[in-house]
């Protein structure tokens, strides 16, 4: 089928840009936060089409005084993937790579939005993340991630916040492949095997420098994907770290990090340092993530919204609960200098993890 993005010079294959080969789980996202320095104010939103399920959905979600707001909306694609307005909430690119516009309108819920997210840095490109269970590949995925600042206003029943006053900051991304979405597979692979994942995406903003980590760690430890780059204001290129470890204290009888101590040298051998303390969270399955009901590429219906809002002073340690951002204070150390500065700690961990002493899916550490 012809679709809009048809007259566009973006083919890579003789087919309509409708076509996306044969695997029911291609997906294609747009992810944002932004939040405040002082940890008070933090939002997110996603928006993704899923072509082979003809279904386009998307989130926004805010908290602030102890309460996460969730505006939801899903509805048929039609296949045709220019067009980014799923129930009350829509997107627009002002400028490729640099500007990006998001209006959220949701009057059941009493929250709008006009705001813009502008890049500081150039978007970084991610490795791809490729997984296999057993012979069955299960995630062959690109990830780009861009620092930057937020401008517009936000109306949460009633109380207004200007963003660029405020001086918001956050991270967006933009991933594209395969991963699951939609429902659960009806014949998984056989033998059954604990489901693992372990995963910490650390995004941090200092004053005139971004860097991004990430970790992916197999259940023994071993790092299987992984990413360090820093962006400086007064350099053109990324600077890549290299070596890179990390130390996880844990919560007390939980899988949350209390703080996270990452390590890694420069390319002249120099070792840089850095500490990540976790300060609020805030729960995935308000974009989506996990959500039993409004999950990513479920069929809700022809053009469905739904709204609702978590307690933040109650954490299950339990799906859909488990995947949490949460607003971090962090101190780098470079060569002799100590900067300070905000970031995010994105953290997913499933089943067995060796140097956390996790075993089994969903078992906690008593470590205090």
């Known amino acids: 089928m012809l679709t809009k993005g048809d007259d566009f010079p973006i083919h890579q294959l003789s087919s309509p840009v409708s076509e996306v080969g044969t695997s029911r789980n291609f997906y294609d996202r747009y992810f944002f936060n932004g939040y405040s320095k002082d940890g008070k104010i933090y939002f997110a939103a996603a928006m993704c089409v899923y072509p082979n399920l003809n279904i386009i959905d998307a989130a926004f979600t805010i908290s602030f005084d102890g309460i996460q707001h969730n505006c939801r909306?899903?509805?048929?694609?039609?296949?045709?993937?220019?067009?980014?307005?799923?129930?009350?909430?829509?997107?627009?690119?002002?400028?490729?790579?640099?500007?990006?516009?998001?209006?959220?309108?949701?009057?059941?819920?009493?929250?709008?939005?006009?705001?813009?997210?502008?890049?500081?840095?150039?978007?970084?490109?991610?490795?791809?993340?490729?997984?296999?269970?057993?012979?069955?590949l299960v995630m062959d995925t690109f990830r780009g991630v861009q620092h930057g600042k937020w401008k517009g206003e936000?109306?949460?029943?009633?109380?207004?916040?200007?963003?660029?006053?405020?001086?918001?900051?956050?991270?967006?991304?933009?991933?594209?492949?395969?991963?699951?979405?939609?429902?659960?597979?009806?014949?998984?692979?056989?033998?059954?095997?604990?489901?693992?994942?372990?995963?910490?995406?650390?995004?941090?903003?200092?004053?005139?420098?971004?860097?991004?980590?990430?970790?992916?760690?197999?259940?023994?430890?071993?790092?299987?994907?992984?990413?360090?780059?820093?962006?400086?204001?007064?350099?053109?290129?990324?600077?890549?770290?290299?070596?890179?470890?990390?130390?996880?204290?844990?919560?007390?009888?939980?899988?949350?990090?209390?703080?996270?101590?990452?390590?890694?040298?420069?390319?002249?051998?120099?070792?840089?340092?850095?500490?990540?303390t976790p300060k609020s969270k805030n729960f995935m399955c308000g974009i989506g993530y996990m959500h039993p009901e409004w999950g990513h590429g479920h069929y809700k219906g022809e053009n469905e919204t739904f709204y609702d809002f978590y307690d933040l002073n109650h954490d299950p340690h339990e799906p859909p609960f488990l995947h949490i951002q949460s607003f971090c204070d962090v101190i780098f150390e470079d060569d002799g200098n100590s900067q300070k500065g905000f970031g995010i700690l994105e953290e997913l961990i499933i089943g067995p993890h060796k140097p956390s002493g996790f075993k089994d899916l969903f078992d906690k550490t008593n470590a205090n």
């Open 73 to 136: 909306a899903s509805r048929v694609l039609n296949e045709e993937r220019l067009n980014t307005k799923v129930g009350s909430i829509e997107l627009s690119v002002i400028k490729p790579l640099k500007k990006i516009g998001l209006k959220v309108n949701d009057t059941d819920a009493e929250i709008s939005a006009d705001i813009v997210f502008e890049g500081i840095f150039n978007m970084m490109q991610e490795p791809k993340m490729i997984m296999y269970n057993g012979p069955r």
């Open 154 to 276: 936000i109306n949460l029943k009633g109380k207004i916040f200007n963003l660029e006053d405020l001086d918001i900051i956050g991270v967006r991304d933009r991933s594209w492949g395969v991963r699951p979405v939609g429902l659960a597979d009806s014949q998984p692979v056989v033998p059954f095997e604990i489901p693992q994942f372990y995963w910490l995406w650390c995004p941090m903003q200092f004053k005139n420098s971004a860097v991004q980590i990430h970790f992916v760690d197999d259940e023994n430890g071993r790092l299987i994907n992984g990413n360090s780059v820093v962006q400086s204001e007064n350099k053109t290129d990324d600077e890549l770290l290299i070596n890179l470890r990390k130390k996880v204290e844990y919560q007390s009888n939980s899988r949350r990090v209390k703080e996270l101590f990452i390590f890694a040298e420069k390319a002249d051998g120099s070792e840089v340092s850095i500490k990540m």
